[in-house]
């Protein structure tokens, strides 16, 4: 089940009306099933891993407490689980693959073969979160909890579930443990979070989904049209993660829980340190708190930041997925990271801090990004080469009129985008108090809603239908 | 947006808003979004409308080709005493979708009520509502309309959805693409410009082709990256054409409703065909039963089974399309019913009678077992496990053997591997890897593919016990009778007495078989290896069928019971009680050749060229134009074939048959019309005065598909037409039928027949007798199914006239009550065959038909013999020979023989060592039946001829020579 399929509003409305007519212990106890049901709903077995992490955490963090002596043990045992269970469903066909690649390259045949491992969707995410438990118990920062129900539900989640944000256990376990108090406030701003985000992935992230793909599946596409749909790209992948990060927020504001913040406008980051604190912030604040520290940080001279910025960073492009692309994109976010740090000091704050300076730092990395973002989508290193070996201007009239179409498209769908921020930057503030903001809101929650129903691709009607 | 929380309504002027200002936008969405749709009528239903319009009808007649070719509308409307009021609204290659829908929109919703709705065609195709081509599936989209739910779920194989969702879907899609469209034609107008009226069809006027190009081109995509990445979906509109027909999945009991509704009666009238494979493997037979119960449980419904129309082989185009002979039975049988009937009255509908199921079936006896076969490797790119499987006994089980006959059935033969059966499969591909336990047998080498290989095991062959045979449940059912064994059917009591009527081949092995009806044998008429029998089935109680076989494999084609007029089938379809002709020069699927040689006469004009528009000359000569592209043959008006070439100075001009719209608009060619030749020159100049020459000559080199199958034949030209691997004549041939007009003086044309060297027919035709229609000729021999090759030829004498041959078939011979046809013209028998007693011993004997009947009554006796034939290399020997009254029956070695005399140089009969003489011989081991004699040996060295008898060793008896024939190759 997915926030976008009517499955989960008829799902979620029924778990919204029993929740708020019972008392708390109630509620978590409908929060785990229905988090069982929501996670369990294509297959069972996925559950079985849920729950194994969620026990192997639970216990090791009460046995850090009991037997402190051998608290590292525990945590050992801890991460092993954990990432042991990450590492065999998410990379050991990865590993495999490449190590039967090294070996043919090296003249030495072997019969190994890739196992076909089924990925567990959330894998990534909970185990991080339930690893954030252990971490923080462990560090002397969250005791560890007796109540196995509440536990079970910080784990177990299920707005936060699959797509994240990763949220830490001393954020979200003290929500869990106390009272929900029904708020329309709450409720309203709630759904409207959770209605924005529903359009952004419906209307945004899954209209141009088929452009860049097709983009992306020719043989020979010239420069402009590569850098045309790694545009669309960008847009894309901002609007469906933080469109699901959302209504992940806006479904659990409704249940009277707070999640983090995951994404506060990263491309209006000035330079690559800003945009890992507006980007995937759950996770980059947990990559930098659970790996860049313990590595070194800041400390160390050049070479200890050196080494703490390309271990965190080339481990954050390997979470994201089991292939190379990934981890070059994480090296090369720790290139940048490492370039602004060299670079930065050179030029003048007065010039940093200036307007048109500013625009230009946002631009520059905006196009980074962009950049990064190319790495991150083609996952063929043969046709990433070429597409950095590829002339940006260079293409045929055909090519062109392609690439100029992605282009009108991206930034027609992008609009909506500049028109949430100016409307948060400077008519929201002004409408803080009008009592009439509720008639807006759902009539833009109304509007939203046929936008999506007009949009929504229902898959195969829609693919057919989809003419570039 | 931000999360910062918002006041609410203080007063109820707020909430309302905020309670209805949403509602007001979804509900002006959903009332926009799921307006009607607006539709455009297709050529097709506008031509319809004029048809209703232009004569109200109070029949409409709904169907395919079928329904357009074979029903005459002004004859039906005679018959039924109307003026006119019979409106044809057929589309080609259509089906019940495309009738239910003319049937809603163009006749009921345009406010006509006709009385009766006549539906003559096939099952198969009024119970399969997947259109089957994309054209025809696009004459379907063109005529449904929006709201058309029912008739797309019935194509799709789905439910129906509701109103609201098609409506919503094809309005999302608009709007996507209104606003996507717009996207892309401004921004490609504002870049790069265009030619248009407006920026939408300026941009996409530029954008479309770039587009296409760049992602639609040939390579352009890595399909691998592609199926990754994107998922794999159907087209719109076709849906899977693998699910079973059935009567609740077709639209012929919502297109009965539909007529219930608006007060008219439904007549399906199921139309003859002949028994080809394909038609026949679809079938639906328990959905005809339904279909059947359908018709005649519902008020206004009516059945009337055609299928059993004793119409000869000739009468049919093609397998499932009847010709003028064929239309003038089917209209007169139709006519007889509505004559009976009253069809656009109140008086329900006879009652029909549903196919016969059988109260039980079962095989009786044992069959003999099956010899381990010869496992040989699968060579070169052998599959998997699988070995191949080949035992000489089980040839012509095999489908190839079976299809080369014109035969539906499977393969009869199971095989298992140290004991475990194998899964008989029907294709190539559902072997699979090779090592999934499967069995295939498509040719003479079974496919034996187990789970791991052979290796030692042992291979076992057996007899699928089943009753009817079908591969695992699919394939087309089988009722295949072993050897010595039997097929027992009980059928239910029958309401009055009847006829049954069963067709059966001989598929391999030597013997006979016999049927009964309680174990009173039936009349069998043995044709080749076809067997027809009828036999009186009395009424009141149940019966037993029983066919056995004391030595052959047989496969029960049809049976069926006719009662009062009515044919009930047990068995198969009533096609499978005929024949399949041999069609010599129209319609055969393979083998077929024909060659017509003659002169490119020139035609004589019966005046100078006339000019008739600027550049369009007329070439006038009434007696061409009698043949011309819009001369009525009086067979299938508009189906005569141009015989004529125009030449300009010597170089031949486009054409033929260039339609009159293209000459007159100033395109070359030229065009055959009553009046004479219609031509343009080749670059638009006028003939009349741009000095060329031109020349207008009779031909018969012309594109065969324009003829469909009719050939030209003008004086002093000879068509040839050869064909090999007859097989589908399981019953042999007997008689030739000629379709054929004729243009100018009357005159002989010769015909002959030959099949294997060996004279069947030789004859001179008067024209005067083809005029008449279908002609046919018996034989003067009997062309046995082993044939392998046959040859037709028809000369045309210099001074006759040109001749437009619609066909030639052979046929076997015709079944008791068929169409009656002009009597064949006298012939002059051909002498009787060149043999000769060689002794005083034996007495031949000539008989009618050109038989020799050799009786001797000394064993050991020369018999009969042909007079020597030079030999050297290969002897072939043809014929064909009856073995009578043996004495000794049943003797090991004593019987009837063909034997080879070896001769020398002088004459003089070769000798062995021991001083024996040096024949060769065969025996003749069948007794009753005819034996085609089909053998070759190779010379001995020092013989330079040979010659053939056939005699008895060891015994007496009757040797009824039809053929023996003897050549060296």
């Given amino acids: 089940m997915t926030f976008v399929q009517w499955q989960f509003l008829v799902f979620f409305a029924i778990v919204f009306a029993i929740y708020w007519s019972v008392g708390r212990r109630a509620q978590n106890l409908l929060l785990a099933v229905a988090s069982a049901v929501f996670y369990g709903w294509v297959h069972p077995w996925f559950l079985g891993l849920l729950y194994g992490s969620a026990v192997l955490d639970y216990v090791m963090g009460r046995l850090m407490v009991e037997r402190p002596a051998r608290r590292r043990l525990w945590l050992t045992l801890s991460l092993a689980g954990n990432l042991g269970m990450l590492g065999w469903f998410k990379y050991a066909d990865f590993f495999v693959a490449n190590v039967a690649a090294a070996l043919d390259a090296l003249g030495l045949h072997t019969s190994l073969h890739t196992l076909g491992i089924f990925l567990p969707v959330g894998i990534s995410f909970y185990t991080f979160q339930t690893m954030s438990y252990t971490l923080d118990i462990y560090r002397g920062q ?56 529903a359009f952004k992935k419906v209307c945004i992230a899954d209209t141009i989904a088929p452009y860049v793909d097709k983009i992306f599946v020719l043989h020979d596409p010239s420069g402009p049209l590569i ?149 991150f989508r083609e996952t063929h290193g043969d046709r990433l080469l070429a597409a950095f070996t590829k002339a940006p201007w260079a293409a045929s009239h055909d090519q062109w009129v392609a690439t100029v179409v992605m282009l009108a498209t991206t930034a027609a769908f992008a609009l909506p985008l500049f028109v949430a921020l100016a409307w948060e930057t400077w008519v929201t503030p002004r409408l803080v108090t009008w009592r009439g903001r509720l008639a807006l809101e759902t009539t833009l929650w109304a509007t939203w809603a046929v936008a999506m129903a007009t949009f929504v691709r229902l898959s195969t009607t829609d693919f057919i239908y989809f003419q570039f | 947006m931000s999360d910062t929380p918002f006041p609410l309504p203080g007063g109820a002027v707020g909430w309302t808003l905020a309670a209805a200002l949403p509602v007001a936008v979804v509900a002006g969405w959903w009332a926009w979004m799921t307006r009607p749709l607006p539709a455009e009528p297709s050529p097709i239903a506008q ?46 290659g259509s089906n019940s979708a495309h009738w239910y829908t003319i049937l809603e929109h163009s006749v009921y919703e345009a406010g006509y009520a006709p009385d009766l709705v006549l539906i003559p065609n096939l099952p198969a195709y009024a119970l399969d509502p997947v259109p089957h081509s994309p054209i025809v599936q696009v004459r379907l989209d063109e005529l449904l309309q929006p709201g058309d739910a029912l008739v797309r779920a019935k194509v799709r194989g789905g439910s129906p959805v509701p109103w609201w969702t098609e409506r919503l879907t094809a309005r999302r899609l608009d709007v996507r693409a209104f606003v996507l469209d717009g996207l892309k034609a401004a921004s490609v107008d504002l870049v790069f410009g265009g030619d248009g009226d407006d920026v939408r069809s300026r941009g996409l006027a530029t954008a479309d082709p770039a587009l296409e190009r760049v992602f639609g081109a040939d390579g352009a995509v890595d399909m691998d990256l592609h199926a990754a990445a994107m998922p794999i979906v159907e087209v719109r509109g076709e849906a899977s054409t693998d699910r079973p027909i059935t009567l609740a999945g077709s639209l012929i009991p919502d297109l009965v409703q539909l007529a219930a509704a608006h007060g008219s009666r439904v007549l399906f009238v199921r139309m003859p065909v002949l028994p080809d494979p394909e038609i026949l493997a679809r079938e639906p037979a328990d959905a005809v039963a339904d279909l059947v119960d359908l018709l005649n449980d519902a008020p206004n419904g009516g059945y009337l089974d055609l299928s059993g129309l ?30 009976e009937v009253d069809v656009l009255g109140d008086t329900p509908f006879p009652r029909a009678r549903p196919p016969l199921v059988p109260l039980q079936v079962g095989r009786t006896g ?77 040719r003479r080498a079974l496919e034996v593919c187990p789970t791991r290989p052979i290796g030692d095991g042992a291979v076992q062959l057996s007899l699928d016990p089943g009753l009817p045979v079908t591969l695992d449940g699919t394939g087309h059912p089988s009722w295949w009778v072993y050897p010595h064994t039997a097929v027992t059917l009980t059928l239910p009591a029958l309401e009055a007495d009847g006829v049954l009527r069963a067709a059966w081949v001989h598929t391999a092995g030597d013997g006979a078989t016999s049927l009964t009806v309680d174990d009173v044998a039936a009349d069998v008429d043995v044709r080749d290896l076809r067997r027809v029998a009828t036999a009186t089935v009395p009424a009141g109680r149940p019966v037993t069928v029983a066919l056995s076989s004391d030595g052959p494999f047989a496969l029960l084609q049809a049976l069926g019971v006719e009662t009062d007029g009515q044919l009930q089938m047990v068995v198969g379809s ?143 030209g000879t068509l040839t037409a050869t064909h090999d691997a007859v097989g589908v004549l399981t019953g042999g041939a007997d008689v030739l039928e000629l379709l054929a007009t004729t243009w100018g003086p009357d005159a002989e044309v010769h015909v002959t027949v030959s099949a294997d060297g060996a004279p069947l027919l030789d004859v ?29 030829t028809l000369t045309v004498p210099d001074d006759g006239p040109s001749l437009l041959l619609d066909g030639a078939n052979l046929v076997e011979r015709p079944l008791t009550g068929e169409v009656d046809t002009p009597d064949a013209v006298a012939i002059t028998p051909l002498p009787a065959p060149p043999v000769h007693a060689a002794d005083a011993d034996a007495t031949v004997t000539p008989e009618a038909g050109g038989l020799a009947v050799v009786t001797t009554t000394t064993p050991r006796s020369d018999g009969a013999c042909l007079a020597p034939v030079p030999a050297s290399g290969k002897l072939f020997l043809g014929g064909r020979i009856t073995v009578r009254d043996v004495r000794p029956p049943d003797h090991p070695r004593f019987g009837a023989y063909v034997v080879v005399h070896w001769l020398d140089a002088d004459g003089v009969p070769l000798r062995k060592d021991d001083d024996r003489p040096l024949t060769t011989s065969s025996r003749l081991a069948a007794v009753g039946t005819p034996v085609d004699v089909d053998q070759g040996w190779r010379v001995p060295e020092g013989a330079t001829a040979a010659q053939v008898c056939a005699t008895f060793v060891g015994a007496t008896g009757t040797l009824a020579v039809a053929a023996l024939t003897a050549e060296a190759r």
């Fill in chain 2, 574 to 716: 009533a096609a499978g009680l005929r024949g399949l002709p041999l069609r010599l020069t129209t319609g055969a699927k393979r083998d077929e050749h024909v060659d017509v040689v003659g002169p490119a006469l020139p035609a004589v004009a019966d005046g100078p060229l006339q000019a008739i528009a600027s550049g369009l000359v007329l070439w006038p000569s009434t007696a061409l134009g009698a043949m011309g592209d819009r001369a009525r043959t009086g067979r299938q008006p508009g189906r005569a074939c141009n015989p004529v070439d125009v030449l300009e100075d010597g170089a031949p001009l486009p054409g033929p048959n260039t339609s009159l719209r293209d000459l007159q608009q100033g395109t070359a060619g030229y065009l055959l019309e009553p009046r004479g030749v219609l031509f343009r020159s080749s670059d638009g100049t006028d003939p009349l005065t741009n000095g060329r020459t031109y020349t207008v000559r009779r031909t018969d080199d012309l594109p065969t598909p324009r003829c469909e199958g009719q050939h030209w034949v003008h004086p002093g």
């Fill in chain 1, 142 to 197: 969250l005791e560890p909890r007796r109540n196995f129900l509440d536990y079970v539900v910080f784990v177990s989640f299920f707005p936060q579930l699959v797509a994240g944000p990763v949220e830490r256990a001393s954020n979200l376990l003290p929500q869990m443990e106390r009272e929900r108090r029904w708020s329309w406030d709450q409720l309203l701003s709630g759904i409207h979070l959770a209605m924005w985000g």
């Fill in chain 2, 310 to 339: 004793p119409v000869p082989a000739t009468a049919f185009n093609d397998t499932v399309h009847l010709n003028d002979l064929g239309i003038r039975a089917f209209m007169d049988a139709l006519v007889a019913y509505v004559d």
């Fill in chain 2, 366 to 442: 044992t069959p003999p077992p099956l010899d381990a076969p010869e496992v040989r490797p699968w060579g070169g790119d052998g599959l998997g496990c699988c070995s191949l499987a080949v035992a000489p006994a089980l040839d012509g089980l095999d489908q190839r053997a079976l299809l080369g006959r014109g035969l539906v059935a499977v393969s009869p033969v199971r095989v298992s591997v140290d004991g475990t059966p194998l899964r008989p499969v029907d294709a190539l591909a559902d072997h699979g890897d090779g090592c999934q336990g499967t069995s295939r047998h498509p």
């Fill in chain 2, 764 to 792: 001179d035709v008067d024209t005067t007798a083809l005029s008449g229609g279908l002609l046919r000729v018996p034989l003067q021999r009997h062309l046995p199914a082993s044939t392998s090759a046959v040859v037709f």
């Fill in chain 2, 47 to 92: 031509g319809f409308a004029r048809t209703l319009a232009s004569d109200p009808p109070r029949v409409v007649v709904l169907g395919n080709s079928i329904a357009r070719v074979s029903l005459v509308a002004p004859q039906l409307s005679e018959a039924l005493g109307l003026d006119g009021g019979v409106a044809k609204l057929t589309i080609d």
């Fill in chain 1, 227 to 375: 850098w045309a749909g790694t545009l669309g790209f960008t847009l894309q992948i901002l609007a469906d993660f933080s469109g699901y990060t959302d209504i992940a927020r806006g479904t659990a504001r409704m249940l009277g829980f707070e999640l983090m913040e995951n994404f506060r406008h990263p491309y209006l980051a000035a330079n690559p340190s800003d945009f890992w604190r507006r980007w995937h912030i759950s996770f980059s604040s947990w990559i930098r708190d659970y790996l860049y520290i313990p590595l070194g940080g800041n400390r160390g001279g050049q070479l200890g930041v050196l080494r703490s910025t390309f271990g965190a960073m080339t481990l954050s492009g390997l979470w994201h997925g089991a292939s190379w692309n990934f981890v070059f994109w994480g090296v090369y976010h720790a290139v940048l990271l490492t370039g602004y740090r060299l670079v930065t000091p050179r030029i003048p704050a007065s010039v940093r801090r200036s307007g048109p300076g500013r625009v230009a730092a946002v631009a520059i990395m905006f196009g980074f990004t962009v950049v990064g973002w190319l790495i």
